[in-house]
């Protein structure tokens, strides 16, 4: 099977195809500019080089989130174009999972994906790899980072960080008395590789089943929300 990724759900972005469980090509970036200027060109590249078109592929995969709320709407409507014009099926995996796949040769290895969600907060879960492959152990999620320091020192074994705010996190950890093993600099960010791998095996759907997963409002509707609070009182 050929699975089309993208991933958009932070500042990197990138995309891949990878057939039958191998990678077969990756384009990333991480350079500042919008992906909605950059993530489709990459994809056009990409199967351009490979000389196929989203005809030759059998299915378009995405990071859903959590994440950057435009990055995510960027990649699932990316996705979504790209599928509704090849009359492809779509899957949308979580920004999470996608990140663990990173450490699935690292068997028995605790794994904790985070992502910077402001107001002293994280995007986490946490996976276990488990013959070669990220077991989830807590779900999507946003949680306070002491909260989330709290629970990783109770599991009392070292942990993999990755993610965006796996600095923040480390600080944090290393305050807290969490041990933190060392990650390699290209594994941190999020990766199509990773999307690829994490929607290998799920049942493709209709593209119009896609969905972002934002896990909290965003800023904009919070203030509305607080608004119309105001306002009833």
């Known amino acids: 099977m050929k699975i089309l990724a993208i991933e958009s759900s932070a500042k990197a972005a990138s995309c891949a195809l990878c057939t039958d469980g191998e990678l077969t090509a990756q384009y990333w970036q991480c350079c500042g500019l919008t992906h909605s200027r950059t993530l489709l060109s990459m994809v056009e590249d990409m199967l351009g080089n490979l000389e196929m078109t989203v005809d030759d592929v059998d ?26 014009g090849a009359d492809k099926p779509a899957v949308g995996v979580s920004t999470l999972k996608a990140m663990a796949w990173h450490f699935a040769d690292r068997e028995g290895a605790l794994i904790c994906p985070v992502m910077d969600a402001r107001r002293s907060q994280v995007y986490n879960a946490v996976f276990r790899i488990q013959d070669g ?9 946003a949680i306070a980072l002491d909260v989330l ?54 049942q493709p759907a209709d593209a119009a089943d896609l969905t972002p997963n934002y896990l909290r409002l965003s800023q904009a509707e919070r203030e509305r929300l607080e608004r119309l609070k105001n306002q009833e009182q």
């Not at 995405?62 to 790209?82: D, E, H, Y």
């Not at 996190?169 to 999020?190: E, I």
């Open 133 to 141: 492959r990220p077991v989830r152990l807590q779900p999507d999620r």
């Open 59 to 84: 299915v378009i995969a995405v990071a859903k989130g959590p994440g950057s709320f435009t990055g995510i709407r960027i990649g699932v409507a990316a996705a979504k174009g790209l599928a509704w």
């Open 149 to 202: 320091t709290g629970e990783m020192r109770a599991a009392g074994e070292p942990c993999y960080l990755v993610g965006d705010g796996a600095a923040l996190c480390k600080a944090a950890f290393d305050a807290g008395g969490v041990p933190v093993l060392p990650t390699p600099a290209p594994l941190r960010l999020q990766s199509a590789w990773g999307v690829a791998m994490a929607a290998a095996g799920k």
